[in-house]
């Protein structure tokens, strides 16, 4: 594989081969020395053209762990303000010496334009529009088979804005990749036009949904996006599809939350909710470190 | 003539040529090597028993039973994977095979690498670096069933289990059943 | 102008097919029959194996100036449709400044006199084509501009739209529109449906263009009012017209060239040379438009042809301006789904009709009838090299392409333009 930008470019052995080598980075980061020279004397760029602290933050550590140069291009201080184009951007990073570029961008399907653009480069998907954020839902995958041992045969609810969602997209195809049952509960609005294709149903009762998930993967309102118009009222959707503290009485004992931050607590998720032992928050957030160093690993070791 | 999968550096089959050491043969030369690194240490105080990952680590498990049944001393035994610190990444698929287990602070310790085989010394070079990442040992000793030569770094082992001339394109594979000298097909 | 004689085709117009030599002079046909002799210093074109038509006409060209001359100028967009086998096109008034006053129709005019094919514009419906008030059709209509359209945008307001309809029946004019409803279109760039939720660009229904389709066909009752659909592309809008068309109403409809070929599933490689307004649908809406052909729901296919500078479209899918260039490869998609006599009614004599240039267009290959003609190999395969089209810009869905049937020699008002599938000038 050239580049990751896509769950569909790794199919179910490359998402497989990804969580095992994250594996041996999750052991590396309980060293003493958190640090490991194998990329030595290379480069990794990210060129976040949306901000993103957490992201940008995990892609550096992983490479920096790696023991490569990291450059890091933040759009709002660049030449992209200036007018010039992406493509002219890439370009001129390249011709620096990247070995790869994290790219992430408002708008759907910029990596893989920028993967038509580059020359040796690979590119790794940090995020783009609606569409993926591949390295999201790997690292959701490490952190529940890290709990519950095995993916296949789980029963995942993804609840909330899964139409303006690139992490529900990214988790619908490697959750069902790996043998997970996926149900979508979100108001009607928040559902994509249309779900033609996806491996996954549709319930529009989330209490009636809980008791049967394995797994709970809840997503943040889009605000930003324009995603508060799609409801009457925060209120009225924190009623209907929170998980609030009657809700989370619901869940299995054995079940778990995950969410891609930044979580609003409140909102999509009550503040004790967050704080139960079941939510695995904080580990995903240690996880996305040794799952973003497998991917840069196998992506410029040759492997994948 | 046996054949068996070897995942790691080469995709294909290995096809035993020779036979060079049986079973029983590793298993004295094994025995052998146990003592002399009680003896030349002075005793089991401190030393740490670390098999590579994958061939290395039957080996140093039995080592350490060897010592046990032996010298009555549990020695510490911990496993390496070298991936991430060899220096041929992106020339070929590197891939982490096999867990890291370091069993304790190897500050102060004595360190015994164990490997099946020595021939470049670029594993064992890897491993040293790996080492220094779990603390700064007293020494790092090393011990290998088989020296087949061809060294392009300047690394020696302490204990040997026997020195075997090959070719350069031959392949030396150790198991329970003994070493032998074949080809990868 | 030397003398013409094209020998050894088959001329086809809607009269019928017959073998024919073709003599023109003075930018007339002169003589049609077995075996013409050529007079001295006469051009003599090879048209064996060929079939002799009347000249193509576009109702929608997008040739860019005033305005954007980097993307287009009336003299590489008309050398494109010379290529293309058209001897006239309909310039949009969705210029920079717009086509809304004689003015700015007569500079277009003025620019289009020494182009390659007849270059006819289309006026604005309204002032800036902002959709607040009428821009002067009867002024326009003066000049000889005949078709009004907002196009790139439809009118939104429905009682302006009313007004405008009632004004172009006295005026005899035709109004165009580019049925898309802003409200419900807003943000999309692309189909709305399974490919757009899988990529997740945000989606355009088919509601967007039915909605408008549905009021204009209402709108057109009620008005009596020559009324013309652009680019029509959903299986609801090819519906609404066929039964407006059994009721009566005075409504005409044109499809374009890509969306009887292309998909929504294009978009797929996030490429923004496959975004287009209306945008690229589903197999089932190309079935439809393509049926629609075949009875008579769709009058004509008019390319929509929409040059953009190759770092226009080097940007994200969704900040991408719409649009495809289509004159060089019209002809050849349209015979990819259709007959050949099919594929001429709808690219020539019925849009000559619409666009009000059925006098010198698109009639019947026969003495004394004006010589805007082409002459296509209809067997020849060739492949779509971006690099080698006469548009100024690169933007063809087509690139790699093998396509079948193309245009060996075009003439327009007598003067043989495209020779051997060369531009003359």
Request: proline share 5%; hydrophobic share 45%.
């Amino acid at each position: 594989m050239t580049h990751l930008l896509s769950i569909t470019d790794l199919g179910a052995d490359g998402i497989d081969e990804v969580l095992r080598v994250a594996e041996a980075f999750a052991e590396v980061e309980r060293r003493p020395v958190r640090k490991v020279p194998t990329l030595r004397g290379r480069t990794v760029a990210t060129l976040f053209f949306e901000e993103s602290t957490r992201t940008r933050l995990s892609f550096e550590t992983a490479a920096k762990r790696l023991s490569a140069d990291v450059l890091s291009f933040s759009a709002a201080a660049s030449s992209v303000k200036k007018g010039e184009s992406i493509r002219d951007t890439v370009e001129t990073i390249e011709a620096m010496g990247m070995d790869a570029l994290v790219v992430r961008h408002a708008s759907a399907g910029v990596p893989m334009q920028v993967s038509r653009w580059v020359k040796e480069c690979k590119v790794v998907n940090g995020g783009d529009g609606w569409h993926e954020h591949p390295t999201q839902a790997l690292l959701d995958c490490f952190t529940v088979r890290q709990v519950r041992g095995e993916i296949d045969g789980l029963r995942v609810l993804i609840v909330g804005d899964i139409r303006h969602s690139r992490v529900a997209r990214s988790q619908v195809l490697a959750y069902s990749a790996l043998g997970a049952s996926v149900t979508l509960a979100a108001p009607g609005s928040l559902l994509p036009p249309s779900i033609e294709g996806w491996p996954v149903s549709v319930v529009h009762d989330l209490d009636e949904a809980l008791p049967d998930a394995d797994v709970v993967s809840l997503l943040r309102l889009q605000a930003e996006r324009g995603s508060g118009e799609f409801v009457p009222t925060l209120r009225e959707y924190t009623a209907d599809w929170g998980l609030t503290t009657r809700r989370a009485a619901l869940l299995r004992p054995d079940a778990v939350l995950t969410h891609p931050g930044p979580m609003i607590r409140g909102v999509e998720i009550a503040g004790d909710v967050a704080d139960l032992p079941q939510a695995l928050v904080t580990r995903q957030v240690t996880n996305g470190v040794a799952v973003r160093m497998a991917v840069l690993f196998l992506l410029l070791g040759g492997a994948l | 003539m046996a054949k068996r999968e070897r995942s790691h550096t080469r995709p294909g089959v290995f096809v035993a040529r020779s036979r060079v050491l049986s079973g029983a043969d590793v298993n004295r030369a094994l025995v052998r090597m146990a003592h002399e690194v009680a003896e030349r240490n002075g005793g089991l105080t401190d030393v740490v028993l670390i098999g590579l990952q994958t061939g290395g680590v039957p080996l140093a498990r039995r080592m350490a039973a060897v010592l046990a049944g032996a010298e009555g001393t549990e020695v510490p035994v911990g496993t390496l994977d070298v991936a991430f610190y060899r220096d041929d990444i992106g020339l070929r698929p590197v891939l982490p095979e096999a867990a890291t287990e370091v069993p304790c602070d190897l500050s102060g310790k004595v360190v015994v690498i164990v490997d099946d085989v020595l021939f470049t010394g670029r594993t064992v070079r890897a491993a040293l670096n790996a080492l220094g990442d779990f603390g700064r040992a007293r020494a790092v000793q090393l011990a290998v069933m088989v020296d087949r030569g061809h060294r392009e770094l300047p690394i020696r082992p302490d204990y040997v289990g026997k020195n075997l001339p090959t070719r350069r394109d031959e392949m030396v594979d150790v198991s329970d059943q003994g070493v032998a000298i074949g080809t990868i097909e | 102008m030397s003398a013409i004689v094209i020998r050894g085709g088959e001329v086809v117009d809607r009269g019928g097919r017959r073998r024919a030599d073709v003599a023109v002079d003075d930018g007339i046909v002169k003589a049609v029959g077995p075996d013409l002799a050529a007079p001295g210093g006469a051009q003599v074109l090879d048209g064996a194996g060929c079939v002799v038509a009347p000249g193509l006409v576009d109702l929608h060209a997008h040739l860019r100036q005033p305005g954007k001359e980097e993307a287009e100028t009336i003299e590489t967009g008309s050398r494109a449709a010379a290529l293309g086998g058209y001897s006239a096109v309909v310039a949009m008034p969705n210029t920079d400044p717009p086509i809304d006053s004689a003015g700015a129709a007569r500079e277009v005019l003025a620019l289009g006199r020494d182009a390659l094919v007849e270059v006819a514009v289309a006026g604005a419906i309204t002032v800036g084509r902002r959709g607040e008030r009428l821009a002067p059709m009867a002024e326009l209509a003066a000049l000889g501009v005949r078709l009004f359209t907002d196009d790139g945008t439809g009118v939104q307001d429905g009682a302006l739209m009313r007004r405008a309809l009632d004004y172009a029946r006295g005026l005899g004019v035709v109004l165009a529109q580019h049925c898309e409803d802003e409200d419900l279109a807003r943000g999309g760039a692309m189909h709305e449906g399974a490919w757009s939720s899988r990529l997740g660009i945000p989606g355009v229904t088919s509601v967007a263009e039915e909605a408008m389709v549905a009021r204009d066909i209402a709108l057109a009752r009620l008005t009596g009012a020559r009324l013309h659909f652009l680019h029509l592309s959903t299986v609801g809008s090819v519906d609404l017209v066929r039964r407006a068309k059994a009721e009566g109403v005075a409504v005409t409809a044109e499809a374009a060239p890509h969306h009887l070929v292309l998909t929504d599933a294009a978009c797929a490689s996030y490429d923004p040379t496959f975004k287009v307004n209306p945008p690229l649908r589903t197999d089932a809406d190309v079935a439809a438009l393509r049926a629609g052909l075949v009875d008579g729901t769709i009058d004509a296919v008019a390319t929509d042809h929409a040059p953009h500078a190759p770092e226009a479209k080097d940007v994200p899918f969704d900040e991408a301006p719409p649009g495809m260039l289509g004159l060089e490869t019209a002809l050849a998609v349209v015979l990819s789904v259709t007959d050949l006599t099919r594929a001429l009614a709808l690219l020539s004599w019925q849009p000559a009709t619409i666009a009000g240039l059925a006098a010198r267009h698109g009639g019947p290959v026969a003495e004394g009838a004006a010589a805007n003609l082409c002459v296509i190999d209809p067997a020849v395969t060739w492949m779509v090299d971006p690099a080698g089209l006469a548009s100024r810009s690169r933007n063809t869905p087509y690139a790699g392409w093998k396509l079948t049937g193309r245009v060996r020699h075009t003439i327009v008002r007598g003067e043989a333009v495209v020779i051997d599938g060369e531009a003359r000038r």
